[in-house]
Each structure stands twice: as C-alpha cells, then as structure tokens.
Nanobody, 116 residues
Framework: QVQLVESGGGLVQAGGSLRLSCAAS????????MRWYRQAPGKERELVAT????????NYADSVKGRFTISRDNAKNTVTLEMNSLKSEDTAVYYC?????????WGQGTQVTVSS
C-alpha cells in the first residue's frame, strides 16, 4: 500500500538546523510532484516547498526562501527538507505530500518545535 513516512523532526533552538526526510513506497515515486506542507497550531496548512517530478524544479514559500532546501532522490524514493536558520515561527507539524496522475497522498506528519 501507499506509504509516506516522515522522520527527522524534533526540538531545536532558534538559529539551528533540522533535516526532515520522507520515505515513499507503494507508488511510482519518480512520477509524482513532492511537497512539504506545515501546519502550526490554530493555523491552516501551508505549502512550504515543492520539487517537480521530472526536471526537479524547486519552489519555496517566501517565508522559507534562502533557509530551506527541498531535494529528492528518485533512486531511493525519498524527499528531504533541509531547514536552516530556524525561527520560532517555523514551529509546526510538517507533512510530506505526493501528487500525480490524479492521486494525492499524505504522510502522518512530524513535529518541529523551535525554541526562542
């Protein structure tokens, strides 16, 4: 069955770094656009970063540009989010998302907490 399993979340001080990973299985990973979303308490889920399926083009929310980097490894069926210079406002549950061929899948989320 389809699985997206996130890992790498945790507690970090402001200014620190974390690396989130998402391991995908059960679908043709290389054909799917991969995204990271996040949802902070009391707020709507927001798109953080996107990496396309073929060319691997990347896009970022303005709030994370220059600090976060999304990448994918189609050989390992993984997508990562490198997060640097973390701020307290980055605190949220981060979700991995896959979309393609009319299908969409979500991971269970991983908590990132940035202490100031």
């Amino acid at each position: 069955q389809v699985q997206l399993v996130e890992s790498g979340g945790g507690l970090v001080q402001a200014g620190g770094s974390l690396r989130l990973s998402c391991a995908a299985s059960g679908f043709t990973f290389r054909s799917y656009v991969m995204r990271w979303y996040r949802q902070a308490p009391g707020k709507e889920r927001e798109l953080v970063a996107t990496v396309t399926s073929i060319v691997g083009s990347r896009n970022y929310a303005d709030s994370v540009k220059g600090r976060f980097t999304i990448s994918r490894d189609n050989a390992k069926n993984t997508v990562t989010l490198e997060m640097n210079s973390l701020k307290s406002e980055d605190t949220a549950v981060y979700y991995c998302n896959a979309r393609g061929g009319g299908f969409e899948y979500w991971g269970q989320g991983t908590q990132v907490t940035v202490s100031s």
